[in-house]
């Protein structure tokens, strides 16, 4: 089984390890699975997710594959790279959430990305959880950065944390 690239996926380390790159309204927040108005996580060992707020909230982290012991031959040779995010709303407030993944050259140019587009989640839903999963292949050589942003925001603008939900993000590669 390939390892899982993203540090500190579930909130287990508060917001360490990630670079908000946008924290509107009163920015992101961690929270105890299942959360107020929210459902039970279909793993048991997930314990916690990031909840965003009323304006759009965005976080991200960058990946250094040399760094991350891949050689630039095996990177090269073009392996699957498997990206991986979970989302929610609550039940009492609608939502939007977006994924974006960024394959990057060593002077951080965009080789091959991936954007979920929008997803808009509806008021009065049932708070299940969400995955989004997409696989790279074929994207060319000279990758060496995964860069992983994922977004939200509520469709209320209640103050506080009833935006999107996110966990167990991962990024994996198929050596």
Known sequence: MARNLIKNPCGEEDLRRWVQVQNGGNGWKVEELPGDCGAAFPRDEISKYFASSFLLCSKSQL??????GYTEEQLDAQPNIVV??????????????????QLLSDNHA???????????????????????TYTF?????????I???????????????????????SVSIKV
């Open 63 to 68: 990946i250094d594959l040399l760094r991350e």
């Open 84 to 101: 991986s995010d979970w989302y929610a709303a609550r039940t009492d407030a609608g939502c939007s959430y977006e994924l974006k993944v």
């Open 110 to 132: 965009v080789i091959r990305e991936y954007n979920s587009g929008n997803i808009c989640i509806p008021e009065k839903t049932n708070g299940s959880w969400k995955q989004m």
């Open 137 to 145: 292949s074929q994207y060319g050589r000279g990758v060496r950065f």
């Open 147 to 169: 860069r992983f942003t994922h977004s939200g925001k509520d469709s209320v603008g209640w103050k506080g944390w009833y935006g999107v939900r996110v966990t167990n993000s």
